[in-house]
């Protein structure tokens, strides 16, 4: 695996790391309501405080998975959860913002294409 593709696929690690933080630690906080453009009145809902958290174990795990990947200098499985990365994010970007499309898809894509120079 080269450089760029490790570099790459460890910034996306942490991207979810913080993704996770956001859902997780901190969901109620100003911080998450500008990222994810919701009120705090509303992150304060249970119901969505709740799916929030789910969400955030979602991406702590992918974060996860990546790093074992990337530090077992496994190609196949780096690029596989970097095109799920890229999956998930255009899904978001048709279903809810098409900017999560170049913010959470962004990295994945440029590494997806480092791992096969």
Not at 19 to 27: N, P, Q, R, S
Not at 58 to 66: D, K, P, T
Request: with cysteine; hydrophobic share 55%.
């Amino acid at each position: 695996m080269n450089t760029f593709t490790t570099v790459l696929a460890i910034l996306v690690a942490l991207e979810h790391l913080y993704i996770m933080m956001l859902e997780t630690f901190a969901a109620t906080s100003e911080r998450t309501s500008s990222v994810f453009g919701i009120s705090i009145d509303k992150l304060n809902d249970k119901n969505i405080s709740t799916l929030l958290k789910n969400q955030g174990v979602y991406n702590g795990l992918i974060a996860v998975l990546m790093c074992i990947a990337v530090f077992q200098h496994d190609l196949l499985w780096t690029r596989l959860l970097l095109a799920y990365v890229v999956l998930v994010a255009v899904y978001g970007g048709l279903t809810s913002k098409p900017s999560i499309i170049l913010k959470q898809g962004g990295l994945a894509v440029v590494g997806l294409i480092c791992s096969f120079i």
